[in-house]
């Protein structure tokens, strides 16, 4: 699945000379978290909720007086943005210009990746430069339930393809264990046994088992060899 499978297409956007109010009554409006700033359409800057958390207007602003004098001192430069932060009337004074952004033919994995090291809600879709889309986490839970209510992604298996479903996937983990571990499918029922290394591979072949359609039930009588540790002292 790529990032043009599930982004959104129709998203609202200011210019850099918008003002803060405009912006604001935009996001209230339109429920918007953050909205893409273009110029001349070119993606220039994004800004969000975060970056009216501290407006004079409404008493949330920074003072920077209230911090000891020697972190004034050694962060004296940050005096005056906060002053910008909290005062600024145009969008061009207050959005992230660090932009991050992803292109349609992104695979989904790369973009949670992204997401995850940034600590990021959405980043922009571009094209040449031109924003095309966006695409958040909240696209990737639509995403999710779309599939999850996919028939024909539900069409149950009998139990050799389950078997072979299954082992494909348990094949691929580094926590599993063939040498160590079985199972075999009796009438949509996975039966493990052998051994394991801890409740977490208990959880983890369960997790696996349970995404394939088909299995009625897990029976996991391996032995969890962690509670052997005290045996090698």
Same mark, same amino acid.
């Given at each position: 699945?790529?990032?043009?499978?599930?982004?959104?297409?129709?998203?609202?956007?200011?210019?850099?000379?918008?003002?803060?109010?405009?912006?604001?009554?935009?996001?209230?409006?339109?429920?918007?978290?953050?909205?893409?700033?273009?110029?001349?359409?070119?993606?220039?800057?994004?800004?969000?909720?975060?970056?009216?958390?501290?407006?004079?207007?409404?008493?949330?602003?920074?003072?920077?007086?209230?911090?000891?004098?020697?972190?004034?001192?050694?962060?004296?430069?940050?005096?005056?943005?906060?002053?910008?932060?909290?005062?600024?009337?145009?969008?061009?004074?207050?959005?992230?210009?660090?932009?991050?952004?992803?292109?349609?033919?992104?695979?989904?994995?790369?973009?949670?990746?992204?997401?995850?090291?940034?600590?990021?809600?959405?980043?922009?879709?571009?094209?040449?430069?031109?924003?095309?889309?966006?695409?958040?986490?909240?696209?990737?839970?639509? #995403?999710? /339930? *779309?599939?999850?209510?996919? &028939?024909?992604?539900?069409?149950?298996? =009998?139990?050799? $393809?389950?078997?072979? +479903?299954?082992?494909?996937?348990?094949?691929?983990?580094?926590?599993?264990?063939?040498?160590?571990?079985?199972?075999?499918?009796?009438?949509?029922?996975?039966?493990?046994?052998?051994?394991?290394?801890?409740?977490?591979?208990?959880?983890? #072949?369960? /997790? *696996?088992?349970?995404?394939? &359609?088909?299995?009625?039930?897990?029976? =996991?009588?391996? $032995?969890?060899?962690? +509670?052997?540790?005290?045996?090698?002292?």
């Amino acid at each position: 699945m790529r990032v043009k499978d599930i982004m959104r297409t129709q998203v609202f956007s200011v210019s850099p000379h918008t003002s803060v109010p405009e912006l604001a009554e935009l996001m209230v409006r339109e429920h918007l978290t953050a909205v893409p700033v273009l110029d001349g359409g070119v993606l220039v800057g994004i800004v969000s909720e975060i970056d009216l958390m501290h407006r004079h207007e409404i008493g949330t602003q920074r003072d920077p007086t209230s911090r000891p004098w020697w972190r004034r001192l050694l962060a004296g430069e940050r005096c005056p943005a906060a002053y910008v932060e909290s005062h600024a009337s145009k969008v061009a004074d207050i959005m992230c210009t660090d932009l991050v952004s992803v292109t349609e033919d992104t695979p989904i994995v790369d973009v949670v990746d992204l997401l995850d090291a940034r600590n990021l809600r959405r980043v922009p879709v571009v094209r040449a430069g031109q924003l095309v889309g966006i695409i958040g986490r909240a696209d990737l839970l639509r #995403a999710l /339930v *779309a599939l999850a209510g996919d &028939p024909a992604a539900q069409n149950p298996m =009998d139990d050799e $393809l389950i078997h072979r +479903a299954l082992r494909c996937e348990l094949d691929a983990q580094p926590w599993w264990s063939p040498s160590q571990c079985a199972f075999i499918v009796s009438d949509g029922v996975v039966h493990f046994h052998g051994l394991v290394e801890s409740q977490d591979g208990v959880r983890a #072949a369960r /997790v *696996a088992a349970e995404r394939i &359609p088909g299995v009625r039930g897990i029976v =996991d009588r391996r $032995l969890d060899t962690s +509670a052997w540790g005290w045996l090698a002292r």
